[in-house]
């Protein structure tokens, strides 16, 4: 499974990004993941490639939405940013259900840099 994100870039705080995840191979799940400067890996969108439901970290719900489970490219649209989502974004799959848990997701993307200022 190869991924390959872009999208990130700098914005100001309530403003938006959309990152893209283009996926090669299969999987059954794919998740967006960050790293904040000095904090662990935080999952925080996931999605299944087939039936079920996307799942968010309680800190993005209802601010960020993952799309495009089926598809070879997958969406993270993120709205409301504050300073606090700044950070690496990585794409990353797994072959199992869906967790929120970075060490679940065996293959990753290089990552892409959102800066919220």
């Known amino acids: 499974v190869q991924l390959v994100e872009s999208g990130g870039g700098e914005v100001q705080a309530g403003g938006s990004l959309r990152l893209t995840c283009v996926v090669s191979?299969?999987?059954?799940?794919l998740g967006w993941i960050r790293q904040a400067p000095g904090k662990e890996r935080e999952v925080v969108a996931t999605i299944p490639s087939g039936y079920g439901y996307p799942m968010y970290a309680v800190s993005v719900t209802g601010l960020f939405t993952i799309s495009g489970g089926h598809a070879n490219t997958v969406f993270l649209q993120m709205n409301s940013l504050e300073i606090e989502d700044t950070g690496m974004y990585y794409c990353?799959?797994?072959?199992?259900?869906?967790?929120?848990?970075?060490?679940?997701?065996?293959?990753w993307g290089q990552g892409t840099q959102v800066t919220v200022s």
């Open positions: 990353a799959a797994s072959q199992r259900s869906c967790y929120l848990s970075p060490s679940d997701y065996a293959y």
């Open positions: 191979g299969s999987r059954n799940c």
